[in-house]
């Protein structure tokens, strides 16, 4: 499967912005989706997971909890993050990831080998 990241751009905090992350070679129902985001000089950090299947678990790091929320569009092949309340700090360039098997260390990124290109978002103060 290949995953391609869309949806990035420059918002005033507060705002909100939706990521998308479209999958083709293989229903990304199949998959257990992530986002990361990273900034310069720094590690990727786990923003949220969606596990696959009807009805599939979400988890959040704690920094976007109540603000962000991921959903997928079988029909569209594509994983959404919604992100509402944007603060200057949420400023990355976010990553879409997958894979076939659930990892209970699922918010390590070294746990996955597909991956999209990232996205930048930019929130200003």
């Known amino acids: 499967v290949q995953l391609q990241a869309s949806g990035g751009g420059l918002v005033q905090a507060g705002g909100s912005l939706r990521l998308s992350c479209a999958a083709s070679g293989r229903p990304f129902s199949t998959y257990h989706t992530v986002w990361f985001r990273q900034i310069p000089g720094k590690e990727r950090e786990f923003v949220g997971a969606l596990r696959r299947g009807v009805g599939g678990s979400t988890y959040y790091a704690d920094s976007v909890k109540g603000r962000f929320t991921i959903s997928r569009d079988n029909a569209k092949n594509t994983v959404y993050l919604q992100m509402n309340s944007l603060k200057p700090e949420d400023t990355a360039v976010y990553y879409c990831?997958?894979?076939?098997?659930?990892?209970?260390?699922?918010?390590?990124?070294?746990?996955?080998?597909?991956w999209g290109q990232g996205t930048l978002v930019t929130v200003s103060s």
């Open positions: 990831a997958a894979r076939i098997n659930w990892n209970v260390d699922y918010s390590n990124a070294r746990r996955y080998d597909i």
